[in-house]
């Protein structure tokens, strides 16, 4: 009955469509009328219907926004309320999932607005929940772990539980994903020879996983040599698998480099937005960021503005998806602050780099990126 309920209200949801923005608000409307409609049905498909409909409010927030925070918490309580009045016990052995997949979406929404360490806490809650259930256990709850604790700068645990995705993986569906956040996390932990050597035995099939993969090629040898040239064709060369990420982290790496001929190389950070708006808009905070670093770079803009605009966006690090977009950030921000002789500012900016680069790499690394290297070493990076 569950299955077949919640295929019901799907069908009906998707109906609505989500291609625009009037689409998706009457997609929300309409899951968000279900739950109050079905309120006053105490029967067990009744509120089966309302646990359902608040979940489908939920996930579509995480997809699509639209939802203020304390609605979502009013949502995530009320699906776990519903459980419980049924009398669905966190340790049944067949249900327990139904609580799992609350503390995931959960999990998943914490992320996508910066509060890295909730979305973990829930993660494990869902995991724990998950325990009984093989669709949502195993392989895909040490994934989904994998990926928060990298974004919260454990490039090590992460390499960890990346390879147990691997190794759980029994479908073989997420084996892409695992390898390459595991080839990804060894590099953010500073093991470039480790992250090379993995690569070399990695095949990948898809079009956007060898994408990744030669993505990765790039951004190692970046590191290693400070020559940014392969890394700058790959990234601006057309393709219809490639998505903004590769310009916007090009970009970045640019910009964070000692030598300024790489971002003369670029357009404008805005005329970077405009060839491909909607799939640069799509990632966000890392767009702002370089919308405001465009700014610092424009010989056009009063230094004070750029010194706010900048500040703005640096205090909101932890909405970027990706801890190496953060990373760069910080990287391209301590570049050009040191360039506008604004020293205080670039050694505070600096002392997050550093920390954020210690932690990827357990303490082994202050500059992770080695761009320090290219132009001087630390010292003269951060004063």
Not at 61 to 69: A, C, D, N, Q, V
Not at 259 to 286: I, Q
Request: hydrophobic share 45%; net charge positive.
């Amino acid at each position: 009955m569950i299955a077949a309920t919640q295929a019901s209200i799907r069908d009906a949801l998707d109906a609505y469509g989500v291609a625009t923005r009037e689409e998706r608000q009457e997609r929300l409307r309409h899951a968000l009328r279900g739950v109050v409609e079905s309120e006053s049905d105490a029967s067990e498909e009744g509120q089966l219907r309302r646990y359902v409909f608040a979940m489908s409010c939920l996930v579509h927030h995480e997809r699509h926004g639209g939802l203020p925070t304390a609605q979502v918490r009013r949502l995530a309580r009320l699906a776990l309320a519903v459980l419980q009045v049924q009398r669905i016990s966190p340790e049944s052995a067949r249900l327990a999932y139904l609580y799992g997949d609350v503390h995931l979406v959960m999990s998943q929404i914490s992320r996508r607005k910066g509060d890295h360490w909730a979305a973990a806490w829930e993660q494990q809650l869902a995991r724990r929940l998950f325990r009984r259930n093989e669709a949502r256990g195993g392989a895909f709850q040490a994934l989904a772990l994998a990926i928060r604790a990298l974004r919260l700068g454990q490039a090590d645990a992460a390499v960890d539980l990346y390879e147990r995705a691997e190794s759980e993986d029994r479908t073989g569906t997420l084996l892409a994903r695992a390898r390459l956040g595991r080839i990804r996390s060894l590099r953010l932990a500073g093991d470039i020879p480790g992250a090379a050597a993995l690569a070399r035995t990695t095949t990948l099939d898809t079009p956007g996983a060898v994408l990744e993969l030669a993505w990765e090629a790039h951004c190692r040898h970046a590191q290693s040599t400070h020559d940014l040239d392969p890394m700058l064709a790959f990234a601006k060369a057309d393709g219809p698998q490639k998505g903004a990420v590769f310009l916007l982290e090009a970009w970045l790496w640019a910009a964070a480099h000692a030598s300024k001929r790489w971002l003369e190389r670029f357009p404008s950070a805005a005329a970077l937005g405009r060839s491909k708006p909607a799939k640069a808009r799509k990632h966000g905070h890392l767009y702002r960021c370089i919308e405001a670093l465009g700014l610092c770079h424009d010989p056009d803009v009063p230094f004070d503005l750029k010194l706010r605009e900048l500040g703005e966006v640096l205090h909101r690090l932890d909405t970027i998806v990706s801890v190496e977009g953060e990373l760069l950030v910080l990287a391209a921000s301590v570049r050009w602050l040191r360039r506008a002789h604004a020293g205080y500012l670039a050694a505070l900016t600096f002392g997050r780099y550093r920390a954020l680069s210690w932690s990827l790499t357990s303490g082994r690394e202050g500059d992770l990126l080695r761009l320090g290297e290219a132009g001087g070493g630390e010292e003269a990076l951060a004063s």
